[in-house]
T-cell receptor, first 108, second 113 residues
Framework: GIQVEQSPPDLILQEGANSTLRCNFS?????LQWFHQNPWGQLINLFY???GTKQNGRLSATTVATERYSLLYISSSQTTDSGVYFC??????????FGKGTRLSVIA | GAVVSQHPSWVICKSGTSVKIECRSL??????MFWYRQFPKQSLMLMAT?????????EQGVEKDKFLINHASLTLSTLTVTSAHPEDSSFYIC?????????FGPGTRLLVL
């Protein structure tokens, strides 16, 4: 099956700093999603981005499908950005396969 | 946007009892729903794919007789953990597919004593 690798596994940022999270996947995919899991466990869908670039406020994402990677950018980080960020991919009608996540801690 | 609910949000039970978790798509119909399990500080692992009106497809290593899945309608799938044991304690998350996007429920925390 498809393998999804995320880096870094852990990240500590000072409030206001910028960061880039990376997701590599082992095969071509139809869909790639970025999620933020909050401390209560809820998965918040950030981006549906099989290719190209999207922006939503302080967050943006870029997927280069031909090179099998995606990047999530967080600018001017806030303490509320803390949590785990997951990248997940799938092909066709198969279920999403998740990476192991990046655990982000933003400190004031 | 599409909303998926789960009930209950948390449950504590004694070892040996069965627990049923419901997953509902509130504003769309989902022919396919998925059940994931997440242990502390780990990623989400797919347990099974639930198709409306047919038997669920289980991932390798997931006991179908222990984790019973019923997808009786286009808006409801249930997961029953039978004869639960402490090692079944986990965070169970369902998702419902709409077009090529999966929408996730808020999860159910199960603690088996």
């Amino acid at each position: 099956g498809i393998q999804v690798e995320q880096s870094p596994p852990d990240l500590i940022l000072q409030e206001g700093a910028n960061s880039t999270l990376r997701c590599n996947f082992s095969d071509s995919v139809n869909n790639l999603q970025w999620f933020h899991q909050n401390p209560w466990g809820q998965l918040i869908n950030l981006f549906y981005i099989p290719s190209g670039t999207k922006q939503n406020g302080r967050l943006s994402a870029t997927t280069v499908a031909t090179e099998r990677y995606s990047l999530l950018y967080i600018s001017s980080s806030q303490t509320t950005d803390s949590g785990v960020y997951f990248c997940a991919v799938h092909r066709g009608n198969t279920p999403l396969v998740f990476g192991k996540g990046t655990r982000l801690s933003v400190i004031a | 946007g599409a909303v998926v609910s789960q009930h209950p949000s948390w449950v504590i039970c004694k070892s040996g009892t069965s627990v049923k978790i419901e997953c509902r798509s509130l504003d769309f119909q989902a022919t396919t729903m998925f059940w994931y399990r997440q242990f502390p500080k780990q990623s989400l692992m797919l347990m099974a794919t639930s198709n409306e009106g047919s038997k669920a497809t289980y991932e390798q290593g997931v006991e179908k007789d222990k984790f019973l899945i019923n997808h009786a309608s286009l808006t409801l799938s249930t997961l029953t953990v039978t004869s639960a044991h402490p090692e079944d304690s986990s965070f169970y998350i369902c998702s419902a597919a709409s077009s090529s996007t999966q929408y996730f429920g808020p999860g159910t925390r199960l603690l088996v004593l």
